[in-house]
């Protein structure tokens, strides 16, 4: 009888632990229904513009999602403070719209925020498995809409990352 209840309560704790979860059990939120909200503040005497993915939260450092994928470009024609310029930020939203396709494509990925700073913009995606986020990451090549693309990928399984993006200056719903 003790080795049944035992037994029992090893088995829940291995379950509810997130131990044995395989690939397929893995919760991914739908893109669809993400909240953004829009961050900005100073960093290094640079202005900086967050729009951060609210509703990753629940799963921030608790999911299958261990990689941090970075995909950065430089802008080209920025204004004074680093900024692009209206014309160039339709092209950047362009090049987001590729990099979301490949690489939350069946769940590959989650979306977490995109980031301007100091003539760059970044995207900060977290990924689940290492060969399946270099396959599409290759895919996407070195290239989009004319903006030569820099991407790193690196464990970051607490997302250190995202909860600093999350909680760095203030919300600003106006931008």
């Not at 704790?13 to 919760?27: N, P, Q, V």
């Not at 494509?105 to 995207?123: H, L, N, P, Q």
Request: hydrophobic share 40%.
């Amino acid at each position: 009888m003790t080795y049944a209840i035992n037994f029992t309560l090893l088995f829940m704790l291995f379950i509810f632990s997130g131990c044995g979860k395989d690939e397929k059990s893995c919760y991914t939120p739908p893109l669809n229904q993400a909240h953004w909200e829009n961050r900005m503040g100073k960093y290094a005497d640079n202005l900086i513009k967050i729009r951060i993915n609210k509703s990753l939260k629940k799963i921030a450092g608790k999911s299958c999602y261990n990689f941090q994928i970075a995909a950065g470009v430089q802008i080209k024609n920025p204004k004074e403070n680093g900024m692009p310029r209206e014309q160039e930020r339709e092209i950047l939203e362009k090049v987001e719209d590729v990099l979301v396709q490949q690489l939350t494509a069946s769940g590959t990925a989650v979306y977490a925020a995109r980031i301007f700073i100091d003539k760059r913009c970044d995207y900060i995606f977290y990924g689940k498995k290492k060969k399946i986020i270099i396959k599409a990451v290759q895919a996407i090549g070195d290239t989009i809409e004319n903006y030569p693309v820099e991407i790193t990928v690196k464990p970051d399984k607490k997302w250190v990352t995202y909860n600093w993006f999350a909680t760095f200056g203030i919300h600003n719903p106006y931008d």
